[in-house]
């Protein structure tokens, strides 16, 4: 290996000296500034990420969830209230396209659609629009305006909307709890698991929802280590359950099921059955391990092997 040059490395430093000392530095090598690029990828992402994720589930309950119980509500309102007439039933008629109603003693205007709405309904309409939110030229727009305005102010709705929504969940649950409930989801559930397609994607997201919502704890929780694919390559898995009894008496000793988890996405993985005698626990929370593979490895912690049990 050749020394570095004294006289040369004397020069290289005059140079810095003379940048630094008019305020100019050297410029920084692209490696340098990729570095630089990712750092800040690095620091931004997760944030962003967040950001987006959130506003991807806030949309979709909005889509599925609010939007259709807010038209629902509205229409559900205006039909308990509306009270659109024709000219037929009016006593009277001006150039101004007001009717009288002398029945209900009521006044009506006229709208393009040739059907009439109570005046204090198109004047509460008529005075909260404007040039993008122009006046509805048929009686049940007017109402659905109305109905808006006067009855579903959204500072109100949606915190009553959440309460009832709470009250309804409250009341399925009772309800399926009863004899009588447990009866009609029996029969609800024969009937959809025998439609073909339907019924896989049901049974799917059931036996999801019972493995979040169930109100039994998982008896086995705890972190694995296990060599898989091969001898030699060693993986975390989270233990699910006991195997199957005629898996153990195939085997010739008690296994377990694991779900060893993949980078970056540990919800997603494979559902293996392992020997317990192939199983060394690690001593990590279930967040610890969760950490390390969203992480890809990054995030590690101190820990033991026990041997297996």
């Given at each position: ?239 699910t359950g006991e195997g199957f009894p005629s898996m153990e008496r195939l085997i010739g000793e008690p296994v377990y099921a694991v779900l060893v988890p993949t980078s970056p996405m540990p919800l997603t993985g494979f559902t293996l059955t392992v020997r317990r005698s192939e199983a060394y626990d690690v001593n990590i929370t279930i967040d610890q391990a969760v950490q390390f593979v969203v992480s890809c490895g990054v995030v590690a912690v101190s820990e033991e092997l026990t041997p297996p049990r």
């Amino acid at each position: 290996m050749s020394e570095t040059n004294p006289i040369s490395q004397i020069i290289a430093d005059e140079v810095k000296q003379h940048l630094a000392a008019q305020g100019l530095e050297p410029k920084e090598s692209p490696h340098h500034f990729r570095k630089a690029v990712f750092r800040g990828l690095g620091v931004l992402l997760p944030p962003l990420l967040t950001v987006v994720i959130l506003f991807w589930i806030g949309g979709t309950v909005a889509d599925y969830v609010i939007k259709p119980f807010y038209y629902g509500t509205r229409s559900l309102i205006v039909y308990s209230i509306a009270d659109i007439v024709l000219e037929k039933k009016l006593t009277a008629t001006d150039k101004d396209d007001i009717g009288r109603h002398e029945k209900k003693k009521r006044d009506y205007r006229r709208l393009p659609d040739a059907t009439y709405v109570p005046l204090e309904v198109w004047n509460t309409v008529s005075n909260n629009s404007s040039a993008k939110s122009p006046i509805p030229k048929t009686g049940l727009e007017v109402y659905r305006r109305y109905v808006e305005l006067k009855y579903m102010n959204p500072a109100v709705f949606l915190p009553v909307s959440i309460v009832v929504f709470i009250l309804i969940l409250y009341l399925v649950g009772k309800f399926i709890a009863a004899e009588v409930g447990r009866f009609i989801r029996i029969r609800f559930e024969k009937i959809v698991n025998r439609v073909p397609l339907v019924s896989n994607v049901y049974g799917a997201v059931k036996q999801i929802s019972d493995l979040i919502f169930a109100e039994t704890e998982i008896k086995y929780s705890r972190i694995v280590a296990i060599e898989w694919p091969r001898k030699g390559l060693w993986v975390l898995a989270f233990v699910t359950g006991e195997g199957f009894p005629s898996m153990e008496r195939l085997i010739g000793e008690p296994v377990y099921a694991v779900l060893v988890p993949t980078s970056p996405m540990p919800l997603t993985g494979f559902t293996l059955t392992v020997r317990r005698s192939e199983a060394y626990d690690v001593n990590i929370t279930i967040d610890q391990a969760v950490q390390f593979v969203v992480s890809c490895g990054v995030v590690a912690v101190s820990e033991e092997l026990t041997p297996p049990r």
